[in-house]
């Protein structure tokens, strides 16, 4: 199963962070003389559980794309900054950092003529 270990860890540690809103709710605050009706602790519960499924799915997602580690020299993008000298460009819907010998506006499209370290060398497509 390609997601095996991330779904159990996942519905682990979501299990404990139930069992910590449950501990907190019912021991931890009546103590300060904060009393939580059981409707209250439902609520939280359920908000908790939701936001731990939106953030698996998107966690899952995440995790099936596959990564770019380099472009081809030629590739063709879009500015998402200005770069002047340096900027931000999306390439093959990644974001990537870049430079320019020369300015470039944003929105404008770029084609990759390198990669120095992390960063793309870049120059007006056309």
Request: contains cysteine; aromatic residues 8%; glycine residues 12%.
């Amino acid at each position: 199963m390609k997601y095996g270990r991330y779904t159990a860890h996942t519905i682990i540690t979501t299990l404990l962070e139930e069992a910590a809103l449950v501990a907190v709710v019912l021991w931890l605050l009546p103590m300060f003389g904060l009393n939580i009706p059981l409707w209250g602790l439902i609520l939280m519960m359920v908000a908790l559980g939701t936001y731990a499924c939106v953030t698996y799915r998107l966690g899952r997602n995440a995790l099936a794309r596959e990564p770019i580690l380099s472009l081809d020299v030629g590739s063709r993008g879009r500015t998402t900054t200005a770069i002047a000298p340096t900027g931000y460009v999306r390439v093959n819907g990644e974001l990537w950092r870049a430079s320019s010998s020369s300015a470039i506006g944003v929105g404008e499209e770029v084609c990759v003529a390198g990669m120095k370290g992390m960063t793309l060398q870049v120059r007006p497509a056309g």
